[in-house]
């Protein structure tokens, strides 16, 4: 199990439209909290840079949860599609926290 010291409280973030750095954050903590009883649990998190250019996607497993690191000038939310498009505004499932690793297995 990866240790975290969490460093801010949980933001959402459902759409391009309400993006966040977390706090300038270099690791964030993303949890999808999407129960087991919904049809379709994954969503994507989308990471753009400083200008809102989509760098990349992943998808995030019915209460699937991570560890990223990023740039602190990147930008991330949760979406509907892997393309970066669709999502929930702020009714995003997907909770993202500014942590610090605490051991070497997250860091490196």
Do not use: W
Not at 4 to 15: E, F, H, N, T, W
Not at 52 to 59: E, Q, R
């Amino acid at each position: 199990m990866d240790a975290i010291k969490p460093l801010s409280i949980g933001v959402l973030a459902g759409s391009a439209d309400n993006k966040t750095t977390v706090g300038n954050a270099e690791y964030v903590y993303c949890q999808n909290s999407l129960s087991k009883s919904n049809i379709d649990g994954t969503i994507f998190v989308a990471i753009t840079d400083a200008s809102g250019d989509l760098k990349s996607t992943f998808g995030l497993g019915t209460n699937g949860n991570m560890i990223i690191r990023k740039e602190p000038t990147d930008h991330v939310y949760s979406c509907s599609s892997r393309n970066g498009g669709g999502g929930g505004g702020d009714e995003s499932p997907c909770v993202f926290t500014k942590v610090e690793p605490i051991n070497d297995y997250v860091r490196n």
